[in-house]
């Protein structure tokens, strides 16, 4: 058997997997491509690049919901490849989307030379959404398919999908019921593209960000119970922009009141463990409204203030593999 035959064997495999993976996740349960997804090889990447190829030219048109990214971006422009103005990026706009990820987003988007939409949203307007529970992130995905409906109705556009990975469903993320209620499409996942596969092929295109760190919303950096306001995010922005200068690249500026708890990545956070950048550290918080600031010593995690659901602790080993 040819090592061709082999990856296609395994990618048939994968997908049967996916298929029941998803069936699962329906009724609540976990569990698409846990086998294959560890592989992380670039032919089998490009084994299931061209399979999402075919579903996006089987769709005939679609609009993606684009942030700027990796997995939006390689879902809009491989979209933009294989349907050229058949289809549109929209990326939406409000206080909890970061002005730096915009002007990348718009700047990537320009780069590639896909039609892209930018629409405003109104999340921060919904109590809803402001008193910020576990459902904070349903209510503004909502927000967005709602309107790109409604924008897809007057442009033509049938078909909205979005870059959810076959990786998201390991993580508590409501807004894959949002899209599940709104029909949105999830190619990447349908597919079995993993994070890192994804990132491996974005780097194979030449795509400058295929190494980016993950930007999810503003409002995810804020404690769950404390209200969500536009002072709330310009701080949490204003914070995270003073690490930036200060040449940290993965971290995060969780917003606890006037308690500002800072996760840095740990391959990074040695450097942080100095009394000059310390103190570096502390000013530039305490210049943007915090009062006390503490240094998260497990390390910067993807989705940490979720750890605090169901009051389930993870020891910090677990927490040190997790990240974007």
């Not at 990447?45 to 993606?64: F, I, Q, T, Y």
């Not at 206080?95 to 039609?115: H, I, T, V």
């Not at 503490?294 to 910090?316: H, I, K, Q, W, Y």
């Amino acid at each position: 058997m040819s090592r061709k035959q082999a990856l296609e064997g395994e990618f048939r495999m994968g997908s049967n997997e996916l298929t029941a993976g998803i069936e699962m996740r329906q009724r609540g349960i976990i569990g698409p491509m846990a086998a294959i997804a560890q592989t992380g090889t670039l032919e089998l990447a490009e084994l299931k690049l061209h399979s999402l190829e075919d579903r996006l030219r089987a769709l005939g048109s679609v609009m993606v919901a684009y942030s700027g990214g990796v997995d939006s971006a390689f879902l809009a422009a491989t979209a933009y490849r294989v349907l050229g103005d058949r289809m549109l990026a929209v990326l939406a706009d409000s206080p909890s989307l970061a002005r730096r990820d915009m002007e990348q987003a718009r700047a990537f988007a320009e780069a590639q030379g896909m039609p892209l939409r930018v629409i405003e949203t109104s999340e921060l307007d919904k109590p809803e959404y402001q008193r910020n529970d576990a459902n904070r992130c349903f209510h503004c995905k909502t927000e967005l398919f709602e309107g790109m409906k409604a924008l897809g109705a007057e442009l033509g556009f049938a078909n909205i999908a979005y870059g959810m990975n076959s990786d998201d469903t390991r993580d508590f993320r409501p807004g894959q019921r949002a899209a599940q209620e709104h029909d949105v499409l999830a190619p990447l996942a349908e597919v079995g593209l993993t994070k890192l596969e994804i990132r491996t092929l974005a780097k194979a295109a030449g795509y400058t960000l295929w190494d980016r760190p993950a930007a999810p919303c503003l409002s995810s950096r804020v404690e769950y119970g404390r209200t969500v306001t536009r002072e709330v995010l310009e701080q949490v922005e204003r914070g995270e922009e003073s690490l930036r200068q200060l040449g940290f690249r993965e971290f995060r500026v969780r917003h606890h009141g006037e308690l500002a708890r800072v996760e840095i990545a740990r391959s990074e956070l040695q450097r942080a463990l100095t009394m000059e950048i310390l103190d570096a550290i502390t000013m530039a918080l305490r210049k943007v409204g915090f009062q006390y600031v503490t240094l998260d010593t497990a390390g910067f995690r993807s989705g940490a203030m979720n750890e605090v659901l169901g009051n389930v602790v993870l020891p910090v080993e677990i927490l040190s593999r997790r990240g974007a």
